[in-house]
Every structure is written in C-alpha cells, then in structure tokens.
C-alpha cells in the first residue's frame, strides 16, 4: 500500500486505485479482512492519501456490501474530502 501512495502522491490517483485493487488482499487471513481493510484506509487517510483510503473503502465495501461500518466510514470520507467531482 506505501506504493499505491506514493503514486497519488505524485499525482497518479487510478495507478494508486488499481495498486490497492492487486494487492489489499495480500497477507490477510480470511478472518482479518475487514477489520485490517478499514485500518489501512485509516492509516491512510492519517498519511493524507485519501484517493488510496477511497480504494481500499471501495474494495471493502465490494467485498462486504452488507457492513454497516465500512459504509459509514465511507460516508465519513466523504463528506470531509469529497467533492462533486469525487463522486462520479
């Protein structure tokens, strides 16, 4: 994930998006998945890499549509760092 942002950070925020997509799942136990997803979106968005927090929110979310949790930090998201660009 460190490269994934370090591509928004240069300015390459769907490399950064197609990054978390290969690699998210890598190293987590089944089990884990969800709690360590929305800790690295977390632990992103505390390093100021929102489009990467967005993709790997995104990805959890495809992954359980049905967790409350993950949707509401996703609604959190953005409403701090959205925009209506954002949303299409």
Do not use: M
């Not at 490399?15 to 190293?27: D, F, N, P």
């Amino acid at each position: 994930l460190k490269e994934a942002e370090a591509a928004e950070a240069s300015g390459a925020p769907l490399t950064s998006a197609a990054i978390v997509k290969c690699t998210v799942g890598r190293g987590v136990d089944e089990e884990d998945r969800q709690r360590t997803w929305a800790d690295d979106a977390n632990a992103s968005l505390s390093r100021n890499a929102v489009s990467t927090a967005r993709a790997i929110l995104a990805h959890s979310l495809s992954s359980f549509p049905t967790k409350r949790s993950l949707w509401l930090q996703a609604v959190d998201l953005e409403r701090k760092y959205g925009t209506p660009s954002s949303l299409d």
